[in-house]
């Protein structure tokens, strides 16, 4: 028979990290007993039925004042982090306090992060400016919408990023003999036009597309609209990508290499935010990889999909079918506030 390698002392322990975050909303007994049910499953199932696990999560996770949350999709989700976490039976103890901290908060309460991307000056009227790409769409029209969700869309935080280059960036047309060394050798650069795909090879072998020069740090092109409410430096979260010379940052939490990250994850993590909002530009590119990496990061995530514009509308279905199978859901900003 096999042992869960977690005691209920431990089970303990973690609930008691909990109850300083959440101290009001727990039913205390019921949770313990679904932890110490759920470790006694161990000794007897491979898999903890589904339904048992249901029932109890709505037990613990529900008092006078707490609503149950959790979606059917998101407790199989919970199940499957379990299933994937126990190595020959046992539930390895670290896995289990990832889960419990990111998944039970869930279960609790939410706090939602609007996340407005890159509604910088070049995308909107200079040299990116998004009504000049395929698309053909205008950008500024997203600054009043919004305006709106910062005023009234009921969010506890709000995150602002920027795109923000320095002059030698490799993502720029103008660029690429300086970086040609890092150019992969089929690639002739004497013919690259703008919106040319070439890979480069360091610090990892990537896929750029080369863009005109855009977003250059402490330039007029790098500052946020100048209609958008601007943010507060004491209470809202501000994050800077791209920073680095050789690799591009369209992810609002990565680079696109996955070499470097923004603190962005953890100044949310900090807050205890469970839901993103992504708004901003350009959709199919920045406002998508934010996405893709926040709902990879384990937030519960949506994007506002009249609050962005983008650049191809080709690439905005195919990011709308990556979003579907990830659980992103596609909102519409009439659905947060009403006229
Ligand atoms: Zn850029």
Redesign the pocket.
Known sequence: MEHSSVSLREITGYFDFWREVKQECINENELLKVFATLAESYKEYTTIPVEFFSQSLKVAFTNESVKYQLTRTQEKNILDRLATSTVHGKLKEENFVTIFQYWTRKCVSSLKALIIVDVQNDFISGSLRLDHCPAKEDAEEVVPVINRLIDNGSFDIVAYTH?W?PAD?C?YLSNIKHHSASVHSSVNIDKLNLFDLVTLTKPVELKQVM?PD??VQNSWGAELHKDLRKPDYDKDIVVYK?QCSDV??YSAFFDNGKCNQTDLFLKLLKRGVTDVYMVGLAFDVCVAYSAIDAAHLGFNTTVIEDACRGVDLKSKEEMKSKFAKLDIELLQFSALIKN
Request: net charge negative; proline share 0%; aromatic share 10%.
């Open positions: 795109d280059h960036h993502s863009w855009h977003c791209g591009d940052s």
